[in-house]
């Protein structure tokens, strides 16, 4: 869609024109009820992802706050800003608050709630009162552990680490453990929902091998949610066990072990790391097929490589222990599955590239984010097979490197997929389109100041900077000054689609049914959708994807 | 009340192994007292399985999926021992 075929305002809006509200909208599940409570007690599941939006966009400014704290405060070797502790506690709010409060539920809590029912052509997810319930414990949840974080202090890190935070850390290491134990239930509860869902409400027609790959994505990452937080759960238990009552689990002292502890953590967080990235890769099937206007190329190894990804994924936990003191042998064989798990993410990025190509290309935001995460997500898949060759890692374990590797998978990767897909269904979600030329600058700035802020840590971890340390020789000086310069311009692109977005809500104009003219049967309702979605259930009757192509001519 | 009978069956029959835990823990020492509780433990979740989540009326579907974590936990005994064994 280019800026002049903008979809025009439908026929009966043109009524309205002066008008704030459209027809469509009057009807819509957007004002089906204005009061508070209509919102905090709603069990529409578009209004829930609506709930969810905001509550993310808000841990993911505080989480922001303390990153451009801990960049502030590497300007200068010595570290200057912060006190030692400071700086410990600032790392944690940031991981603990980006991870299980935006990454993990960013887009399947939002995107997959709008949408997994629209894409499937039902009228709500199958628990809709679980899934209210799922929003109040995660927000529980998050605000309790903002409150130990900022009141308390934890200064372990996301991680955790036994023996440090069972015997030696400061604060409220056992308080933050129920925390985001709580946060937990609410990733169990909202995975339940939507296996159920994808299971039980299909409509008439919609069989597996017709499903938008979204819907497979968020699929896949759901049998993690359900199957890996459980660990993460009793894990937190153990540490509070340990610490409150001096059981013997991971201290040697005690006829423990402390690698134990790394075990039982990765077993969760290395699967959490594919929750994390698994529903962006669903999105950027969406936003290529969308801006390609052709089939994906190889439909059945996409979804099936969602699914090997949620697998395998199970298998590679120990590559975060090389150095820890798990056995080489081990060690050799969590090595080779790293580099197994990197045969289903390849095959994707090659089958975009491949849908990619000679497609009738639109270079609209939601395409560019797209290319962004593909490129970024490419460079951390790789640096990632680095990381898992055993000789490689005894060197760059616990430097930049790889908090280099894993930020562009997850910021520029998910985050990027993430701002793809509110670019992308914005439009659906509220009823008005935004202006494109503001979408396409932010989404341009937001790749270079990602390469300006992480780029530079590759080479600082390279040379020997390790990670979690505020103090530093100088001569790694120059390279952290690049990283928070571009720290500073990737906060203010980031605030961008926020600002064009709110604009677009008063004063964009109405989007119609279908602006991007995809396929999908979430295009086939109005925008913003009525309450119950659907006026009578769908029937599909084709696979999706079904676009007319038009292929671009062979300059050769 | 019929239909109770048979859970408070079951519960007792959770009672008397939670028991024998104990005991266990108290006398038996060595892989054999971990044989042992293990053993129990295992007793102790098919009960579950079987009657408090009603899989015994459920079709294959579903005992498949409640399976699958068991599957999933034998995952992480799987590759533990392969670290403590050769460490
Ligand atoms: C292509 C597959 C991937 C491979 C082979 C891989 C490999 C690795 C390895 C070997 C490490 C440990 C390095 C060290 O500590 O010395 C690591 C760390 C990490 N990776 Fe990846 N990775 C992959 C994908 C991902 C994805 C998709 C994410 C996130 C969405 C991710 C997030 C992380 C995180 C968070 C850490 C560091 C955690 C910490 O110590 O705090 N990785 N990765
Ligand atoms: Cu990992």
Redesign the pocket.
């Known amino acids: 869609m280019t800026d002049t075929a903008l979809p025009q305002p439908e026929s009966s809006n043109f009524q309205n024109e002066g008008l704030s509200e459209t027809g469509t909208e009057r009807v819509s599940y957007l004002r089906a009820g204005h009061s508070l409570s209509s919102w905090l007690l709603t069990t529409d599941h578009k209004r829930i992802a609506i709930l969810y939006l905001i509550a993310v966009t808000f841990f993911f400014f505080i989480g922001g706050t303390a990153a451009a704290l801990i960049r502030l405060d590497l300007l200068t070797p010595q570290g200057d800003l912060l006190t030692n502790e400071g700086y410990n506690r600032a790392f944690t709010i940031h991981?603990v608050i980006m991870v299980w409060f935006f990454?993990i539920p960013s887009i399947p809590n939002t995107f997959g709630n709008f949408l997994i029912p629209l894409m499937i052509g039902a009228k709500d997810l199958a628990f809709p009162k679980l899934n209210l319930a799922s929003w109040y414990i995660f927000m529980a949840g998050g605000l309790f552990t903002l409150f130990v974080l900022i009141a308390g202090g934890v200064d372990t890190?996301?991680?955790f680490y036994t023996p440090l935070s069972s015997m030696f850390a400061h604060g409220s290491v056992v308080l933050a453990a129920v925390a985001v134990f709580i946060a937990g239930f609410s990733s169990i509860l909202t995975g339940l929902n939507f296996i159920v869902t994808i299971h039980k409400l299909r409509c008439p027609g919609m069989t597996w091998r017709r499903l938008p790959l979204f819907v497979w994505s968020i699929y896949a990452t759901s049998i993690i949610l359900v199957l890996a937080t459980p660990v993460l759960a009793i894990t937190l238990v153990l540490i509070a066990a340990e610490r409150l009552f001096g059981l013997g689990i991971f201290d040697p002292a005690l006829g423990g072990d402390p690698l134990l502890y790394q075990h039982l953590f990765w077993f969760y967080?290395?699967p959490a790391?594919?929750i994390?990235?698994l529903p962006a890769l669903g999105v950027a099937s969406e936003l290529v097929a969308a801006a390609a206007r052709k089939p994906i190329f190889g439909y059945q190894f996409v979804a099936g490589s969602s699914i090997a990804i949620a697998i395998i994924g199970f298998l590679?936990w120990g590559?975060?222990m090389?150095?820890a003191g798990q056995s080489m042998y081990a060690s050799a064989v969590f090595s080779f599955l790293?580099?197994a798990?990197?045969v289903p993410?390849g095959i994707k990025v090659y089958n975009w590239t491949a849908t990619l190509y000679k497609g009738h290309i639109s270079l609209d935001p939601p395409f560019l984010f797209a290319m962004s995460f593909i490129g970024l997500f490419t460079v951390?898949?790789l640096t990632?097979?680095i990381?898992?060759m055993l000789a490689i890692?005894v060197h760059?374990?616990?430097t930049y490197f790889?908090v280099a590797?894993?930020h562009y998978?997850?910021v520029g990767?998910?985050v990027s997929a993430f701002f793809g897909a509110l670019n992308y269904w914005w439009p659906k979600m509220i009823g008005r389109t935004y202006s494109l030329v503001w979408g396409r600058l932010s989404a341009i700035l937001i790749f270079l100041g990602f390469n300006l802020t992480f780029f530079p840590q590759f080479l600082l971890g390279y040379l020997g900077m390790p990670r979690r340390y505020h103090v530093y020789p100088p001569e790694f000086q120059l390279l952290h000054v690049f990283s928070t310069v571009g720290a500073g311009l990737l906060g203010v692109a980031y605030v961008m689609p926020f600002a064009y977005l709110y604009y677009s809500m008063r004063y964009g104009t109405p989007a119609g049914f279908n602006p991007w003219g995809a396929t999908g049967l979430e295009w086939t309702v109005p925008s913003p959708p009525p309450k119950h979605n659907f006026e009578t259930i769908p029937v599909v009757d084709s696979l999706p994807y079904q676009y007319d192509v038009e292929l671009e001519e062979d300059h050769g | 009340m019929k239909l109770s009978h048979p859970l408070l069956l079951v519960w007792v029959a959770l009672m008397l192994l939670l028991v024998s835990t104990v005991v266990a823990s108290q006398n038996l020492t060595g892989p054999f007292s971990l044989a042992v509780n293990l053993t129990i433990a295992f007793a102790k979740a098919a009960l579950i399985y079987w009657f408090y989540m009603h899989l015994r009326q459920e079709s294959g579907l579903a005992r498949l999926a409640a399976l699958a974590a068991g599957g999933w936990l034998a995952i992480l005994f799987l590759f533990l021992s392969l670290d403590y064994v050769t460490r």
């Open positions: 991981g990454l890190g996301w991680t967080s290395h790391v594919y994390m990235v590679v590559h975060h090389f150095v790293s580099l798990v990197a993410s951390g898949g990632g097979l990381l898992a890692d760059v374990h616990d790889v590797h894993f998978i997850m990767g998910t």
